[in-house]
Nanobody, 124 residues
Framework: QVQLMESGGGLVQVGGSLRLSCVASGGTLSSFVMGWFRQAPGKEREFVGAISWGGENTCYGDSVKGRFTISRDNAKNTVFLQISSLKPEETAVYYC?????????????????WGQGTQVTVSS
């Protein structure tokens, strides 16, 4: 019954930026730790970042630290991913996910709900 829907993907040039959004329905966003993942063609799904229930704590994958920022607006049931300085190898489908578990979860198997993904394509 909980649904997540990502938006904001598109085509950008190398070094460009995008702001992705994920809106939750059928549940209260503040009840969940939220994560962002991405999956490139032929590759395994990769952890991008996670944010705590209140938004005070975040963590990021090593490859995106300093360039990607996660935030959330619980009143609007929305979590964001601001991505900057994009590289061609970061072309992927980007997914948001939610878990009732405590902590900043980095494993895909520990998330309970997933969005359908939004495509980010970085031109070289």
């Amino acid at each position: 019954q909980v649904q997540l829907m990502e938006s904001g993907g598109g085509l950008v040039q190398v070094g460009g930026s995008l702001r992705l959004s994920c809106v939750a329905s059928g549940g209260t966003l503040s009840s969940f730790v939220m994560g962002w993942f991405r999956q490139a063609p032929g590759k395994e799904r990769e952890f991008v970042g996670a944010i705590s229930w209140g938004g005070e704590n975040t963590c990021y994958g090593d490859s995106v630290k300093g360039r990607f920022t996660i935030s959330r607006d619980n009143a609007k049931n929305t979590v964001f991913l601001q991505i900057s300085s994009l590289k061609p190898e970061e072309t992927a489908v980007y997914y948001c996910a939610a878990t009732l578990r405590a902590g900043l979860i980095v494993s895909t198997t520990l998330y309970d709900y997933w969005g359908q993904g939004t495509q980010v394509t970085v031109s070289s």
